[in-house]
């Protein structure tokens, strides 16, 4: 009598790959930090000085131009 068959060992390995209790408030914990970390960065970016007058300067250029 063998302790480990295959098909149970494979089966028990399919359960352990496929469960994931528990995980979705963990994942959604990082995901929203992750999420509100990347928009600081961006609105500190945004509303740095040198952002802002690169835009004013290629709206002044558009609506400048020549046509």
Same mark, same amino acid.
């Given at each position: 009598?063998? +302790? @480990?068959?295959?098909?149970?060992?494979? *089966?028990?390995? %399919?359960?352990? +790959? =496929?469960?994931?209790? &528990?995980?979705?408030? /963990?994942? #959604?914990?990082?995901? $929203? !930090? %992750?999420? =509100? /970390? @990347? &928009?600081?960065?961006? #609105? %500190?970016?945004?509303? &740095?000085?040198?952002?802002?007058?690169?835009?004013?300067? !290629?709206?002044?250029? =558009?609506?400048? $131009? *020549?046509?």
């Amino acid at each position: 009598m063998e +302790i @480990f068959d295959i098909r149970t060992v494979g *089966a028990r390995l %399919a359960l352990l +790959i =496929a469960d994931d209790e &528990g995980m979705s408030t /963990a994942e #959604y914990a990082i995901g $929203t !930090i %992750a999420a =509100a /970390a @990347f &928009g600081a960065v961006l #609105y %500190a970016v945004v509303t &740095g000085d040198s952002i802002v007058t690169a835009l004013t300067d !290629i709206i002044d250029r =558009a609506l400048n $131009t *020549a046509v």
